[in-house]
C-alpha cells in the first residue's frame, strides 16, 4: 500500500453554496443527458449490479455500467465525476490482477483500481439569513467511487485511450482537444494562459487571458501547479500558435510568448513575463508519464479539486466465473461499480432540508410532483376553425406572444379584401407548427390553445412520481408546448390504475393533483435500513425464491427467507414488484398474490420509468462491501457445496477488492464504519442536476428583491440567457456576476427595461441618471407636467445634451431623437449612435432575423431584444476578457473598467461597485455554466 496522510478536513459551509451535477456518461449524441429515464433503462440493459438488490440476493449499494448499458449512453470516452469535489483516494492497477479457479483451471481478471471523491452540499440559508457562513449541520459531506477503473497497462496499450488530467506527481501531459481557436478556428488543442490568480473561494485559482494555443498533441513539461493549473516549463512536441485563427504569433516566427507579436500594430495583445511559456488547465490534457503511487492505495497529501464532469478514468476489465477462461485471461468484460454513499448524518441533514424547503419561496421549487390521482390532458381539443373558409387568406403570421418551439404557434390570419388586407375578426388563432410554411387556406385552427386543465380526463395517475424542471424541457419539442401566457406543458408517461402505460400534457401552472416542490424537499427518497440482513440468510433466500436449492434445503431454508422477507428492504421492494405488469399469460408468484421479490424482477421493474424511479429512490444503508473484513463473506463458505474451491478463490478477490481501512483515519471526517447510506447515484444527479447549470428566478430574486418584479420577469430574463450561455460568454460565475452588476444599476430596482421619467415625491426615478450631471434639466423638467409632450422635450434636451449631437449623430434637439432612441434593455441602450451600431453588428450574431432597431427602435424594450442588446456590448466590447482577469484584489478596478464601457459617463460606479461585491457575497451564480 502506498498511502500517504490526508487530514485535510471538509471546506467549511458558506451561505448560499450550490453544488454543481453532471451524469458520469453523455449521451450516445454526445450531449448531455437531461432524463435520468435514459440511465434508468441502460441499467436495466445490464444482467447485474441492481439496486438495491444484487442478483446474489444481497443488498447493493451501486450501480453496474457495462456493455448492456452502453447502446444508451456513451462509455467510450470513460466515466466523469458527478459533482464538484476533491480526489480524497485512487488506485490505479499497473496491470489486472488474475484469479485461478483451481477447481476448473480457469483464469479470470479484474480491476482493483478505483477513484474515491470528496463532496460538500449546503443546503439554501434560511431567509433572512445575512450571514457569511451557516451552521456546520447545514452542510452534508458525501462521497462517490469509481470501482473497476482501466489498469496503467491498458493505457500504456492504447495511446489514443484519453488519461484523467488529474492524476497526481505528472509533469508531462500530451495536449488533448476540448478548445478551438478563437474567432471560429478549426484547430483543436487548448489554450495557453497568462498566469492564474488566487480566487474568491479556498484552493480556487481563477484564470488570466489567452495567451497562445496549442494544437491537439503537442506534449510539454510541467512545473509549478496550482490547483487544476499548471506552469509550463518547456515544449517537448509541437509549437505554439496564435489564440486566434489567423493570429499573428511571437517575432519573426519564433516559437515564443513572451514578445509582441508581428502584426499587433496596437501593441495591445496579451503576452507573458519574458521567458514564461504560460499555463495550462492540466485537468483536460493527458499524463504521458505514469502517476505516483501506481498498484497501491493513495492518499494524496492534498485533496484533488475536481469539477463535476472532469474525467475519472476509462472503464477496466472484471471478470466473474462466467467470463473465465482455461488460459491466461483476455479483455472481455468493461464494468464500472459507482455507488454514491454518506454517513449517518444524511438522516438528519434531509430532516433539516425538508423544513428549509418548506421556507424556501415558490421560485425555489424546481421539481413537478404528479401525485396519484390526478388526470392528465390525454389529448389536446379538436380544432374548431378552418381557415380560408369564407374568402381565401392572404397570410397568417406568427404573433408576438406566439411560442418559438412546441407543436402549436399562434398566428393572426390576414384575408385579402378589396384593395386591403384586413386581420381574422376575433383576433389570432392556434395551428399545427407543421402547417406553417404549408399555406393558411383550409388549416384547421383553434381560437383558444389546444390545451386547458379543463379538459383533464381518465385514466388518472396511480403513483405519484417527480419530475425535475431539467428533465421536463429536455423531453423533446414535440412533448413541450408553450401557451400565449408562456404557460408551459409537457407529454409525460404515467402509470393507470391497472397497471398500463400511459400519457398525457401537465401543465407548470393550476394543474390539478400536482405541486411544484424544491430539489431540497428530497421528494420521494426514503431512508430504508437493511443492516439487520445477514449475508448467509440473504444467500439461503435467494437459492430458495430462484428455485437453486433442492427440496430438503428449501425447508432448512425457511427460516432465513422468512427473515429476509420480513425485512424493511424487502418490504419496500416488494411494494414495487406487486406494480409490476404482468406479461401475457403470467400469473402472480405466490400463492398469497404478492410476487417474490428477485434481482430480476427488479430488472424488469427498472424498464417501466415510474417503477425505476420509485426504486432509485431508496436509500440503502448498510454495510459496504469495500470494508467490514472478510468474517462475514467467509461464514457463506459451508454454503457452497461443489463450489467451495471456487468460493475460496473468490475470497482472495474479495480481500483484494477492499480499500476501506486504507482510507479511514488517513481522510478528515470519512466515516470510521463501512455501515453507510448508499443513494442511488442517478436519482441524486437527477433531483439537484437544475441546482447549478442554469440560471434560476431564485438567484435573479437575491438581485431584484422587490415584489414588483415579477416571477415573469425573471423567468423570461432567466430563459434568455440559460439558452445561449456559452454562445453570450456568460458561462461562468465571475462573467455573470460582473454582466448583473452593470445590468442592476441600468435597469433599477424595479426593472425598467425602458429609461422612466417618472417625477415622485423623493425626486426623479434614479434610473435617468442623466439628469444628475445637468441639474439645469432635472429642474426644468420638474416644473413641467407629466404629459407625453412635456416628457419628449426634456427627454430630447437630455439626450441630446448630455450625449453630444456631434458625437451620437442624433441630430438637432428639436429632431425628436432624443426621446426616440431612449435608454432601452439590459443595458438602457441610448441614443441613435448606440442603436445603429446594435442594428449594424445584429446580424453577425444573431444571423437570418429580419430586425430594424433603427427604424423600430421600441423592440429593444422586449425582453428578447433587451437581452441581445446587452450581449451586444458584452460581447463586442470583448468585457468578458476583463471579467476573467478578475481576482479578489483587483475586483474593483475590473468593474470599473467594465463601467467605462457600459456608460462612459454615469456616476455609479461606486453602486456597480457595491453591486458586485453583494452578488459575489452572496455566490448567487456559484457553480452555473460548469
Not at 438488490?53 to 458527478?82: A, E
Not at 408551459?488 to 400519457?503: L, S
Not at 468585457?879 to 463601467?899: F, H, S
Amino acid at each position: 500500500m502506498n498511502a500517504q496522510q490526508n487530514n485535510q478536513p471538509a471546506a467549511a459551509p458558506t451561505a448560499s453554496s450550490r453544488q454543481t451535477w453532471r451524469y458520469p456518461f453523455p449521451g450516445k449524441d454526445h450531449k448531455e443527458i437531461t432524463d435520468p429515464d435514459i440511465f434508468y433503462h441502460a441499467l436495466a440493459g445490464m444482467e447485474d449490479g441492481f439496486f438495491p438488490l444484487g442478483v446474489n440476493g444481497f443488498p447493493h449499494g451501486g450501480v453496474h455500467f457495462g456493455k448492456g448499458s452502453s447502446s444508451r449512453v456513451d462509455q467510450s470516452g470513460g466515466v466523469r465525476v458527478i459533482a464538484n469535489g476533491e480526489v480524497i483516494a485512487f488506485r490505479l492497477d499497473d496491470a489486472y490482477p488474475q484469479l485461478h479457479f483451481t477447481q476448473d483451471r480457469r483464469w479470470a481478471m479484474y480491476s482493483t483500481g478505483f477513484v474515491l471523491v470528496r463532496h460538500h452540499m449546503t443546503m439554501p440559508p434560511a431567509p433572512g439569513n445575512t450571514a457569511n457562513g451557516q451552521p456546520a449541520d447545514e452542510t452534508l459531506t458525501f462521497y462517490s467511487l469509481y470501482m473497476h477503473m482501466a489498469d496503467w497497462s491498458t493505457y500504456l496499450a492504447d495511446g489514443s485511450m484519453v488519461r484523467p488530467g488529474w492524476w497526481p506527481g505528472v509533469d508531462a501531459y500530451r495536449i488533448g482537444n476540448k478548445d478551438k481557436q478563437e474567432n471560429g478556428g478549426a484547430a483543436a488543442g487548448a489554450f495557453v494562459w497568462s498566469e492564474p490568480k488566487p480566487g474568491t473561494k479556498k484552493n480556487q485559482f481563477v484564470a488570466g487571458q489567452h495567451v497562445a494555443f496549442l494544437p491537439e498533441g503537442s506534449e510539454v513539461i510541467i512545473g509549478e501547479k496550482r490547483g487544476a493549473w499548471g506552469h509550463i516549463r518547456s515544449i517537448s512536441a509541437g509549437h505554439m500558435v496564435s489564440a486566434k485563427s489567423g493570429g499573428s504569433f511571437g517575432w519573426e516566427d519564433k516559437n515564443v510568448p513572451w514578445v509582441q507579436p508581428d502584426g499587433d500594430e496596437t501593441g495591445t495583445a496579451p503576452v507573458t513575463p519574458e521567458g514564461d511559456w504560460g499555463w495550462l488547465y492540466l485537468h483536460d490534457q493527458q499524463p504521458v508519464k505514469e502517476p505516483q503511487g501506481v498498484g497501491g492505495v493513495v492518499v494524496p497529501p492534498q485533496p484533488i479539486p475536481v469539477k463535476a464532469g472532469t474525467l475519472m478514468g476509462q472503464i477496466g476489465e472484471y471478470h466473474d466465473y462466467e467470463r473465465s477462461t482455461p488460459l491466461p485471461p483476455v479483455p472481455a468484460r468493461q464494468l464500472l461499480h459507482l455507488e454514491v454513499f454518506a454517513g449517518d448524518e444524511v438522516k438528519e441533514f434531509i430532516g433539516k432540508c425538508r423544513a428549509r424547503a418548506a421556507q424556501l419561496p415558490a421560485s425555489d421549487r424546481t421539481i413537478l410532483v404528479v401525485h396519484s390521482g390526478a388526470r392528465l390532458v390525454v389529448q389536446p381539443s379538436d380544432s374548431d376553425h378552418k381557415l380560408g373558409t369564407r374568402h381565401p387568406l392572404y397570410d397568417a403570421k406568427e404573433t408576438a406572444r406566439s411560442p418559438k418551439a412546441g407543436p402549436w404557434v399562434q398566428v393572426q390570419p390576414r384575408y385579402l379584401t378589396i384593395g386591403t388586407i384586413a386581420a381574422l375578426d376575433g383576433g389570432p388563432v392556434w395551428i399545427r407548427r407543421d402547417d406553417l410554411n404549408r399555406g393558411p387556406n383550409g388549416l384547421s385552427a383553434w381560437k383558444r390553445f389546444p390545451l386547458q386543465v379543463q379538459a383533464l380526463a381518465d385514466p388518472a395517475n396511480a403513483q405519484t412520481f417527480a419530475f425535475p424542471r431539467a428533465q421536463l424541457d429536455g423531453i423533446g419539442d414535440g412533448n413541450v408546448a408553450v401557451d400565449d401566457e408562456n404557460i408551459h406543458w409537457w407529454r409525460v408517461g404515467f402509470v393507470a390504475a391497472d397497471g398500463t402505460d400511459q400519457r398525457g400534457w401537465v401543465c407548470e401552472k393550476g394543474h390539478p393533483g400536482t405541486t411544484w416542490e424544491s430539489p431540497w424537499a428530497w421528494p420521494g427518497f426514503e431512508i430504508v435500513d437493511a443492516t439487520g440482513i445477514a449475508l448467509t440468510d440473504a444467500f439461503r433466500r435467494n437459492l430458495s425464491v430462484t428455485g437453486s436449492a433442492d427440496w430438503r434445503e428449501q425447508t432448512e431454508f425457511e427460516p432465513s427467507t422468512a427473515a429476509v422477507n420480513g425485512s424493511a428492504l424487502l418490504q419496500r421492494l416488494e411494494q414495487t414488484v406487486n406494480r409490476i405488469p404482468l406479461q401475457y399469460g403470467e400469473k402472480k408468484s405466490s400463492k398469497d398474490g404478492q410476487e417474490v421479490v428477485t434481482a430480476r424482477k427488479l430488472q424488469r421493474a427498472m424498464n417501466k420509468s415510474w417503477l425505476a424511479s420509485e426504486l432509485a429512490h431508496v436509500i440503502l444503508r448498510y454495510e459496504s462491501e469495500w470494508g467490514g473484513g472478510m468474517s462475514r463473506w467467509e461464514a457463506l463458505t459451508p454454503l457452497m457445496r461443489n463450489a467451495r474451491e471456487n468460493w475460496q478463490c473468490e475470497l482472495t478477490r474479495i480481500k483484494k477488492l477492499q480499500w476501506w481501512d486504507d482510507v479511514k483515519g488517513k481522510i478528515a471526517d470519512f466515516p470510521s464504519s463501512p455501515v453507510v447510506n448508499h443513494i442511488h447515484p442517478v436519482a441524486m444527479v437527477g433531483n439537484f442536476c437544475s441546482q447549478g447549470s442554469k440560471i434560476s428566478i431564485a438567484m435573479l430574486r437575491k438581485i431584484w428583491s422587490s415584489v414588483f418584479v415579477s416571477d415573469e420577469t425573471l423567468s423570461d430574463l432567466a430563459s434568455q440567457i440559460n439558452e445561449n450561455m456559452a454562445e453570450y460568454k456568460l458561462d461562468t460565475e465571475g462573467r455573470l456576476t460582473h454582466f448583473f452588476s452593470q445590468v442592476r444599476t441600468e435597469v433599477g430596482p424595479l426593472f425598467h427595461l425602458v429609461e422612466s421619467l417618472d417625477y415622485n415625491s423623493t425626486g426623479l426615478n434614479s434610473t435617468f441618471s442623466y439628469f444628475r450631471a445637468h441639474p439645469a434639466e432635472a429642474e426644468l423638467y420638474c416644473r413641467n407636467s407629466l404629459h407625453l409632450a412635456d416628457q419628449e422635450q426634456i427627454a430630447n434636451r437630455a439626450y441630446n445634451g448630455i450625449n453630444g449631437v456631434r458625437a451620437l449623430g442624433n441630430g438637432s434637439i428639436e429632431s425628436g431623437d432624443g426621446w426616440k432612441f431612449r435608454g432601452r434593455g439590459l443595458k438602457q441602450l441610448t441614443g441613435r449612435y448606440n442603436y445603429t451600431q446594435f442594428n449594424s453588428t445584429y446580424p453577425s450574431i444573431w444571423p437570418g432575423e429580419n430586425v430594424d432597431f433603427v427604424r423600430n427602435p421600441d423592440l429593444v424594450g422586449q425582453m428578447l431584444y433587451g437581452v441581445r442588446s446587452a450581449v451586444f456590448f458584452w460581447l463586442h466590447g470583448k468585457l468578458y476578457e476583463i471579467a476573467d482577469r478578475t481576482t479578489t484584489a483587483n475586483a474593483d478596478d475590473q468593474v470599473d473598467k467594465i463601467t467605462a464601457v457600459v456608460n462612459r459617463q454615469t456616476s455609479s460606479y461606486g453602486e456597480r461597485r457595491q453591486h458586485y461585491r453583494e452578488i459575489m457575497s452572496q455566490r448567487v451564480f456559484e457553480g452555473v455554466g460548469e
